[in-house]
């Protein structure tokens, strides 16, 4: 299984808009973030985590053959609305592709994207998706996947866990059931959106240490990073096991 992280960055992304501060000025690779968001291939079969604003980029960076399915984390706009630019991959391969979500990530998809299942303007105008729901984990062509149930604010989203691997964006909390999925992880992918202040719906860098550290994967990397966080300077101040993911991360597993 390979992972690539094709984004790093929180709902803004870095640089921000019209932001002059040192991490949106930095000329290093690392402190440039697009939305947050990873492309995966398991088992002969490529798909991403989410389709963020920036996903055209993002694939045209990182290249794909093919997109077998999606899976959805939750519905915010920079977790979802890059679906229209899956479009390409239904012209090559003339067929919906899958996507999975919560019911209410479904509803709000459909909702956003209604004229995806209206009857008319068919042809090539629009997305061609076939939207599953889920509850509980479920396999995709011998691709066994456990959605982790999150707290996100007053929202509970998903994470999911694909073997060794991991992927919780956006969350302020994990309840124990939650954490009971995730025992043996080998690689863990966690929000950790800036160093201060606390923030109602993020865990902060000091917050997504403390859970890593219960959760024990073997090497944890902090996501969904904010214009806050400088690359080297907060990645040599991180405790041993854990390190900042970057745009372009690759990670292998056998």
């Known amino acids: 299984m390979r992972v690539i992280f094709l984004g790093s960055g929180t709902s803004t992304g870095v640089p921000v808009v019209g932001c002059r501060c040192r991490v949106c000025t930095s000329t290093h690779p690392r402190n440039q973030r697009l939305r947050q968001s990873v492309s995966i291939e398991a088992e002969g079969k490529h798909f991403l985590i989410d389709t963020t604003p920036d996903l055209r980029l993002q694939l045209l960076r990182h290249p794909i053959p093919r997109l077998d399915f999606l899976l959805y984390t939750h519905s915010h706009s920079d977790h979802l609305m890059g679906l229209d630019d899956i479009r390409p991959f239904n012209f090559r391969q003339r067929e919906p592709i899958r996507a999975y979500a919560s019911a209410p990530t479904a509803k709000a998809i459909r ?103 219960q959760i024990g994967a073997r090497i944890t990397y902090l996501i969904h990073l904010t214009h806050e966080v400088d690359h080297e300077e907060l990645e040599a101040q991180l405790p041993a096991g854990v390190r900042l993911a970057y745009d372009g991360l690759e990670l292998e597993f056998e």
């Not at 956006?170 to 992880?185: A, C, H, Q, R, Y």
């Open 111 to 213: 909702r956003a994207f209604g004229y995806i299942w209206d009857s008319s303007q068919l042809g090539g105008g629009k997305p061609q998706l076939e939207l599953v729901e889920i509850d509980g984990a479920f396999s995709h062509e011998g691709i066994d996947i456990v959605p982790i149930p999150v707290t996100h604010g007053d929202w509970t989203i998903l994470g999911f866990r694909i073997g060794p691997f991991a992927y919780i964006t956006d969350t302020n909390g994990i309840p124990p059931e939650s954490m009971k999925l995730l025992e043996g992880v080998d690689t863990l992918a966690l929000d950790g959106l800036r160093p201060a202040p606390p923030h109602p719906t993020h865990f902060t860098v000091s917050q997504a240490i403390d859970c890593a550290q």
